[in-house]
């Protein structure tokens, strides 16, 4: 996996509808779906790969996400033993501007920050993998406020099984209107939203201590009703593995923070990272690690809402990465199996393909699916739901330094397709390929 850092998160951009068609401007795009709404792109690749438009390895180590909008790609990194907000021409990947907003967190298996920036109007907001939010401006990086979830907060993050430490920080905030909502995690409500003028806290979701997971909230519309769907960890791992509160999928009043619904997966790990899947009254959601996924139905009646599991399937098992729904189909990397295709309705697979990667993610764009594996390779895909429909592939031309440097280390973050370019990235080492026909 990423399940070396429990990459991730989610957002969705309250003034989407203003940016162009062809931006990207936060975590699996314009709808955090992980669908562009682009046209005009290759449908096929030639032999090696669309062309190379630039590559740079200044954006500093990290497993962070971009963000596309208009002539400049927004990202994070660790440079200097700091983590920066970067902003890049996205002409020529030159660095217009950097900003610190905190101590660079560091993990055996990668240091630097995990998330993704997301970019609403002339603000751009980012969490550090140490747990500090900033809301920076757009034109020169200037930080306008920042607020520091553990020190100021309580914030909690839930360890892995296997560790005895988190992951970092690794969720994109997201923005709705005048409010930016996040997940700190602890004894003061697992999720908050922030008044995107000051920082200050407008709510958290009361009643519900957990420590923080790796996925990123996800806004929605249940029974008329505006709400945020969201994992919570758990309150803590017993000796031996065992949760004493597992972790839960939740249905958050955007108004109020107050908890309308819930379900509780039975998970035995709290590495929770894909983002869920929203498709009218239906989620799906899962993770990594043995846990499986489920499609749950949210229902109202009487001003009181449900969530009745549709199915529970172990033929996606995602580690971080997420799904991408085309069609009916849901499309991504499962656990021990390879990418696959599985129907959203029944949770049964439709196929699956090994390519050697042992963990990946994709996205979706004018009618194909962009797919990258964690061993660098990166695959232009028909969406079909009986094969693995290829129709062009190849390898990064070369490792990063920090990967090249500690095996355990991995490609971890998901492809990014605007305004006609295909943005891959390997740490320090981020690549621009012409994708437009």
């Not at 983002?275 to 009181?304: C, I, M, N, Q």
Request: with cysteine; proline share 5%; net charge positive.
């Amino acid at each position: 996996m990423c399940h070396r850092l429990g990459l991730v998160a989610i957002v969705f951009l309250g003034a989407a509808a203003r940016l162009p068609a062809a931006d990207w401007p936060q975590w699996r795009g314009p709808a955090r779906d992980g669908r562009g709404n682009e046209t005009g792109l290759l449908s096929e690749w030639p032999d090696g790969g669309p062309r190379l438009a630039w590559v740079t390895d200044a954006v500093g180590v990290g497993y962070s996400g971009l963000a596309v909008v208009g002539d400049r790609v927004y990202t994070l990194g660790g440079i200097d033993g700091r983590e920066h907000v970067l902003a890049l021409d996205a002409g020529t990947g030159k660095v217009a501007w950097s900003a610190p907003i905190g101590p660079l967190f560091k993990h055996a298996y990668g240091d630097g920050p995990r998330s993704t920036p997301t970019v609403d109007g002339d603000d751009v907001f980012a969490l550090g993998a140490q747990g500090i939010l900033a809301r920076l401006d757009r034109a020169t990086g200037t930080v306008k406020w920042s607020v520091d979830f553990r020190k100021e907060l309580g914030g909690l993050l839930m360890r892995g099984n296997f560790v005895n430490a988190d992951w970092g920080y690794s969720e994109s905030p997201l923005v709705d209107g005048a409010r930016v909502v996040a997940c700190p995690g602890g004894k003061g409500g697992v999720v908050a939203a922030f008044d995107r003028a000051t920082g200050k806290v407008a709510w958290r979701t009361a009643g519900v201590p957990h420590g923080a997971t790796y996925a990123s909230v996800v806004a929605a519309r249940f029974g008329g009703v505006r709400q945020y769907v969201a994992y919570t960890g758990g309150v803590e791992i017993s000796t031996g593995g065992v949760m004493k509160d597992p972790p839960r999928l939740i249905g958050v009043a955007a108004d109020t923070g107050a908890v309308l619904w819930e379900v509780r997966p039975n998970y035995t790990t709290s590495v929770i990272a894909p983002t869920p899947v929203v498709s009218g009254d239906l989620v799906f959601a899962g993770s990594g690690y043995g846990a499986g996924s489920a499609l749950y139905r949210v229902t109202a009646a009487e001003g009181k809402f449900t969530a009745e599991r549709v199915y529970a399937t172990k033929d996606f098992k995602n580690y971080y990465a997420g799904a991408v729904l085309d069609d009916g189909t849901l499309y991504g990397y499962s656990e021990m199996v390879g990418w696959v295709g599985v129907d959203l309705k029944t949770g049964k697979s439709l196929w699956d393909y090994k390519t050697g990667a042992t963990a990946g993610a994709l996205v979706a764009a004018d009618g194909r699916l962009y797919a990258l594996g964690d061993d660098g390779r990166a695959f232009l895909l028909r969406p079909s739901r009986t094969d693995w429909d290829e129709v062009g592939r190849f390898d990064l031309p070369a490792k990063s330094k920090a990967r090249a440097a500690n095996r355990q280390i991995v490609v971890c973050t998901p492809p990014v397709v605007a305004n006609g370019r295909l943005y891959l990235r390997d740490q320090e080492r981020l690549y621009c390929y012409d994708v437009k026909k």
